[in-house]
């Protein structure tokens, strides 16, 4: 009896590491472990880089879409990469595509999603976080940690800076009826340009409230009265 409990377990047990592996090699199809083998910081050890590239650096349970199981996860935002901690020391990032472009944190209001949107720099495919989402009208906020190279002394009188990684100012995006997600310009008559059907009630929104880029409450705010207009 207790040889055949034992080796119902052991069978239960090998189930349930082979379909863990499955989902391993499934959202990590070349079951890279390359968490840890990033080149982007292999050489963390030789030069000398202050700061972190996570604004949150504990991993956290989060449901992926695409994935039948919950998963740590943590995203960094020097790469853009969602990093996966997985069943032993070896942890992998997240595939950059479908069906995995939707990370919902646990006990976390807010998604991070997988997505092209538009600037200045051109469109880009990366993540961002979901900040409102009325279906019609969508905010998204772009994290990013960006490196400041290392700055030599000069003379004997001066320090050298070592290399730092620093938080970028947040940048804020709208996506509209399932378009393609904008950044949100700086200048408020930019902003009005961007819907000249409702110029005139948008100028008259920014009259009589404080709108600011520099307060996410404002920008969410200004996200759900568009959504009105829409």
Do not use: C, W
Request: charged fraction near 25%.
């Amino acid at each position: 009896m207790k040889k055949k409990l034992f080796n119902g377990l052991l069978l239960l047990f090998i189930i349930s590491s082979v379909n863990a592996q499955l989902i391993i090699e499934k959202i990590d199809p070349y079951s890279s472990g390359v968490l840890f083998r990033n080149p982007n910081f292999d050489n963390h050890d030789s030069v000398k880089i202050e700061g972190s590239p996570y604004l949150i650096e504990d991993f956290q349970l989060a449901e992926v879409s695409g994935v039948n199981k919950k998963l740590l996860v943590r995203y960094n935002a020097a790469t853009d990469a969602i990093e996966v901690k997985g069943e032993d020391t070896q942890g992998f990032l997240l595939t950059k595509q479908n069906p995995y472009h939707t990370i919902t944190i646990i006990g976390k209001q807010n998604k991070i999603k997988l997505l092209n949107f538009r600037n200045k720099e051109g469109e880009i495919y990366g993540y961002l976080s979901e900040l409102h989402n009325t279906n019609t009208v969508i905010l998204y906020r772009r994290d990013r940690i960006v490196l400041q190279k290392a700055v030599e002394a000069r003379t004997s009188y001066q320090e050298a800076i070592p290399a730092k990684l620093v938080k970028a100012n947040e940048e804020y995006y709208l996506s509209l009826k399932n378009e393609i997600a904008v950044a949100i310009p700086r200048n408020k008559k930019e902003l009005q340009d961007l819907f000249p059907a409702k110029k005139e009630e948008i100028a008259i929104y920014l009259k009589d409230h404080k709108y600011s880029l520099k307060d996410e409450k404002s920008i969410i705010e200004m996200a759900k009265f568009i959504s009105t207009l829409q």
